[in-house]
Every structure is written in C-alpha cells, then in structure tokens.
C-alpha cells in the first residue's frame, strides 16, 4: 500500500472555518475537509499547501504552524496518507475564495463540524479546529 504526503489549510477568519468539498468522481466524492492536496516531489509541505490553495481556492496564504498530523489507511483506494494540517492566514493581497477545483466551499462555524461529515482522516483534527473557532 502506497503512503501519500498530504498537506491541508486551518483558515480561521472572524470565528468561521475555510472548508471545501470534494469533487464528484474523486475518492470520498461528497465529503467536506480542510483544502490542500498531496505534496509534489521537490516541495516543501509549506511550498505545496501555497500552491493547493492557490490552485484549488484560488486564495494566496502564509503558513504558519502545524496544527496537527494525521495518518490513516484507505483500504478501499488502496492507499494510506500522512496528512499534515497547517493553520494559513490569507495574505493581505489575496482575493476571496473561489471554488476553482472543488465542488463547493464554505466559511464554517463550530456547529458544521459534525464528524461525519468528513473523511476519517480529518477528523482527529476537528477539536483542534473548535477551539481556534
């Protein structure tokens, strides 16, 4: 089974959390999580969440500090992922968030992080996320 580096975003703005949803036809298809994507070889965790997030969101961000990481088998994709979970701020040149390459996305309170909304392997980090909010 092959391990997949997987690098995500905590964006906590005005007590509401940046959440995306995963495309149609991608594994757990549906499903909300904290955008980011794999990382690419001969880039940094750091280097790779600025270009997920640009790609993705279309958003520009600083990373700051693991908040959190995370690994989980998916037997039925047959992988498994290291996840590592940075908290980003928006840069101050940035512009809204746009849904550029996922389903939807969407500024969150507390209330949404229901556990079963999200794949498996995000959420360990859920309470993490809570008490930032």
């Not at 509401?16 to 794999?38: C, Q, T």
């Not at 640009?54 to 994709?77: C, N, S, W």
């Amino acid at each position: 089974m092959n391990t997949v580096l997987v690098v995500a975003g905590v964006l906590v703005e005005d007590g509401r959390v940046l959440l995306s949803r995963r495309k149609a036809g991608s594994h757990l298809e549906g499903m909300w999580e904290f955008p980011g994507g794999k990382v690419d070889a001969g880039e940094s965790p750091a280097e790779a969440l600025v270009r997920e997030l640009r790609e993705e969101l279309g958003i520009d961000v600083v990373v700051d500090d693991i908040l959190d990481v995370a690994f989980h088998r998916y037997d039925d994709a047959q992988k498994a992922v290291l996840l590592l979970f940075y908290r980003v701020r928006r840069t101050a040149s940035s512009g809204p968030p746009q849904a550029l390459d996922v389903a939807e996305f969407r500024w969150c309170a507390e209330d949404f992080l229901d556990p079963a909304r999200f794949p498996p392997a995000d959420v360990a980090v859920l309470q993490k996320t809570r008490a930032l909010l």
